[in-house]
């Protein structure tokens, strides 16, 4: 079956923390690791209430500052400590928009409130036709709802997908529903992998 959409998860497939001297250096001015400062700020309550909507990324981050025993008021420096090393592969973008319009593209994160201005800021909405950001919709993969709505609302069936993500469980709950399946583990490697994918479903 022709692959008609391709799907992108966000953190850690097109932005991706490629260097991590910012982050650590957070961690040590509190005692903490890398690994550790990272489960501090996403491992947290407020960190799932806000993949949902239930509280803004900026009420998260003043959680963070007050456990941090910082001030409320300097959540805005600590965050951008702590995304400091992220990169937006703009090559992968050029090809995400290279497939267009003969294929649809489109986003499905678990990402807090502010997603959406953050890619509008950086400007790269434009290759995508939908962007699906758990905090508005209030449904974090790997539930099987937030797969289903992306494909609603392209009006496609689930073999008619791809879904590129770096989390496994995130892969598995894509492919027991049926879209196809690229786990991210380089950038070359989801560009050959989804190419054979669009080669084999041109051929099908």
Known sequence: MPIKAIYFDLGGVIVRTEDKTLRTELGQRFGMTYDQ??????GC???KKASIGLISEE????????????????WQSIADAFFGGDKIDRDMLAFIESVRPAIKTGVISNAWNGLRDYMRKNGF?????????SAEVGI?????RIYQLALDKFGIQPE???FVDDMPENIAACQALGMQGVQFKTAEQV???VKQLLVIGHRS
């Open 59 to 74: 009420q998260h981050w003043r959680d963070v500052a007050r456990r941090l025993e910082q001030p409320e008021s300097d």
């Open 37 to 42: 400062i990272d489960r501090f700020v996403f």
């Open 45 to 47: 309550e407020t960190a």
């Open 140 to 144: 974090v993969k790997p539930d099987a």
């Open 191 to 193: 560009l050959a992998d």
């Open 125 to 133: 909405l434009a290759p995508f036709d939908d962007v699906i950001v």
């Open 160 to 162: 008619e997908a791809v």
